[in-house]
């Protein structure tokens, strides 16, 4: 069984031939809304990888709660620890220029209430061998409780550490698993690698230093992962992108749909890697995420 605590969003998203420069205004040629939410994504990918997945997290009581949450309802995810509160459910505003790249400002509302208390009644309820996989679009209470409830009762730990706060290098040690993409690796070496061949190094620092199981999403250029002493590259599908919004949410979820199933860790990576570049070939967030039988055709 796979816990996913984190955010539920309604994305809202405009198409444009480029991304703007600040300042610049650019006409968009589309627009179009769908679910989103760090956490919400990642619950529905590993859901449709084939595992079964309770969300913790919580919606507002406007327009957007009930949408932001038919997906997930949809394939089968377990919503009762979701919580209906006073306010907004969150937003995400999102620019896609023509390359497939991406720009997003998010806007927690409801999110910005999901609380200690209830990271902690979501992991009180799992048992020794699940998974808890965790993101950064919720209070850094919440998921520093929930991490350390989770060491307490055997559940693995999966942190994903986006979007980028300044709470992750304090947070990060308790997880774990911890997945991030270049940036975001980074802030935790404490430098940026420019290279393939750069991030391999600070990778294997990093994981000589700490012993801890760390992934690097890098794009185009596959996932690097460190684990019990050793570094391995997996290089992505080759595909013409077209919005890589939730491409690595859709990495986390396939990837702990596939450890929490006793997957080896090598194969699961490789799977996730490859949902994670099928889910560039559509628009938005959940609804580009693959199931789990186009990936099985790629692998």
Known sequence: ?????GSVNMDLIATTPRLPEPGETVAGTDFTTAQGGKGANQALAAQRAGA??????AVGDDAFASEALAL??????????VHHIDGATGTALILVGG?????????????????????????AAMSGGDTLLLQMEIPEASVEAAMKAARGKGVTSVLNIAPLTDAVERLAPLADIVIANETEFARLSGRP?????????ELEALHDKTGQCMIITLGGDGVLWARDGKVEHVPS??????????????????LAQGLDAGTGFAAAVRRAAVAGALACLKPGAQPSIPLSAEVDARL
């Open 72 to 81: 997930l309802g949809e394939a089968g995810a377990d919503l009762g620890l």
């Open 1 to 5: 069984m796979i816990t996913v605590i």
């Open 52 to 57: 079964s997945v309770k969300m913790c997290g």
């Open 193 to 201: 690698a420019e290279t393939l061949a750069a991030a391999r190094t």
């Open 237 to 254: 599908l080759k595909i013409k992108p077209v919005d890589t919004v939730g491409a690595g949410d859709t990495f986390c979820g396939y």
């Open 99 to 123: 390359d497939g790249e991406n720009m997003i400002a998010v806007i927690p509302g409801a999110n910005g209430q999901v609380t200690p208390a209830d990271a902690e009644e979501a992991v």
